[in-house]
């Protein structure tokens, strides 16, 4: 059965760049984010305090080449059924062909151009990994342990098929659309402290931007079942 406020037949995926988060928690997400948002000497005095957090920090802060040659973490834990807990890995399997001509290096929105001229001719895959946790609540409850990826198991593959997205009908969908990792089957239900802060924020901030930009929330269509 579906969680509690789950909407459609969708199930989110919340990926990013990066194996693990700069902060094991949420107490550690308010410091680091309150620290940020007051920036200058502030910032400065709450990275040197937190060594831990600014070198966890400096390994995320590089720029890719290209969208489609990064792989994406689920850097919280989610559940398996009632007896696991598992990480969502991304990797891109297709090859990144030679573009010619190539998008020029610091070009404005570059890495969106790349994007586009990728897979205007050829689709691309990528794997998705249920990447196996060890056990223990420590690593539900601390988001900054990333964890080892040689427990991987492939359980499906995404296609991007060749098609133009920068359309205006595109740009419109994606001011209505949002993303919840609670937004899914209780059987997958998300785990740990940073996951049922995330279940009030994303929602507020979904429903915040929808109402400033006088829109409805609309879901992907959902095929299959």
Known sequence: HRLDGARSGNQDLVLIDSPRLMVPDVLGALGFDRAMVRGGWAALAYLLRSPRVAMRLASMVSAPDSLLGSSYHG????????????????????????????????APDGLRQDLQARLASEPFRFDL????????????????????????????????????????????LQARVRFDPWNGLAAHRPLGGINRARRVVYRASALLRNRLNGTAVQEPACSGS
């Open 75 to 106: 850097v919280t834990r989610y559940a398996l059924g009632d007896v696991r807990a598992v990480r969502y890995l991304l990797r891109p399997v297709s090859p990144l062909a030679e573009l010619h001509p190539a998008v020029p290096e610091n």
């Open 129 to 172: 990994h249920l990447l196996l946790e060890g056990g223990g609540r420590g690593a539900v409850e601390d988001a900054s342990i990333a964890g080892p990826e040689e427990r991987g198991v492939r359980v499906a593959s995404l296609w991007l098929q060749p098609e133009p997205f920068d359309l205006p009908e595109r740009e419109a």
